[in-house]
């Protein structure tokens, strides 16, 4: 069981817009930021949103994040094929010392 | 361009132990926070520990909390993950990755390196 809640699986069909949630608690999402990865087929993960709503150098602005409270999104507009991918929310979390948590991922499949 | 090289995987048997290394270049190693973060086969990504700069900061998830333990060697610019009292639960590809641009960010990885733990 995860500490952050992701749904297991999304579908939308190309150029579609779809969204991801990412359910936590006071201490995670409720006190950090929320970052967000994807991992294609056999890849490792890539940094795909930061600090809630950042995007790095290089990700198309079709990718955006938002966070309310303790509870995190991911939006992919203009869905694309090679969206196709594992996608995880991640914070920080103070509780038991200090601690890394990731949502238990959601799988995108483009139809 | 920043690279993080991941060894040292393989095969040990239950309660065996195993040290995993991590070479980075392209950035100030020293300055940045490194973590490791797994996935078991056909799981998804679990963080498993992360230290400071310095070496000084040092966090574990609870799954590995007295087994494993996280270290640095700044003149080298590597981390290391020594996994003692290995579980079949413990079986999976480990990454480590850089926490550069902000607080808590993972923004590079390294392509992972498997471990198998079974008899």
């Known amino acids: 069981q995860s500490v952050l809640t992701q749904p297991p699986s999304a579908s939308g069909t190309p150029g579609q817009r779809v969204t991801i949630s990412c359910s936590g608690s006071?201490?995670?999402?409720?006190?950090?930021?929320v970052n967000w990865y994807q991992q294609l087929p056999g890849t490792a993960p890539k940094l795909l949103i930061h600090?809630?709503?950042q995007r790095p150098s290089g990700v198309p602005d079709r990718f955006s994040g938002s966070k309310s409270g303790t509870s995190a999104s991911l939006a992919i507009s203009g869905l694309q094929s090679g969206d196709e991918a594992d996608y995880y929310c991640?914070?920080?979390?103070?509780?038991?010392?200090?601690?890394?948590?990731f949502g238990g991922g959601t799988k995108l499949t483009v139809l | 361009d920043v690279q993080l090289m991941e060894s040292g995987g393989g095969l040990v048997k239950p309660g065996g132990s195993l040290r995993l290394s991590c070479a980075a270049s392209?950035?100030?190693?020293?300055?940045?926070?490194m973590h490791w973060v797994r996935q078991a086969p056909g799981k998804g990504l679990e963080w498993v520990s992360c230290i400071g700069g310095s070496g000084r900061s040092i966090y574990y998830a609870d799954s590995v909390r007295g087994r494993f333990i996280i270290s640095r060697d700044n003149a080298k610019n590597s981390v290391y993950l020594q996994m003692n009292n290995l579980r079949a639960e413990d079986m999976a590809v480990y990454y480590c990755?850089?926490?550069?641009?902000?607080?808590?960010?993972?923004?590079?990885w390294g392509q992972g390196i498997l471990v198998t733990v079974s008899s």
């Open positions: 392209g950035f100030t190693f020293s300055r940045y926070s």
């Open positions: 990755a850089a926490e550069i641009i902000a607080a808590t960010v993972l923004d590079y």
């Open positions: 600090s809630n709503n």
């Open positions: 991640a914070a920080w979390d103070d509780s038991l010392n200090g601690r890394g948590v």
């Open positions: 006071k201490s995670n999402i409720g006190t950090y930021t």
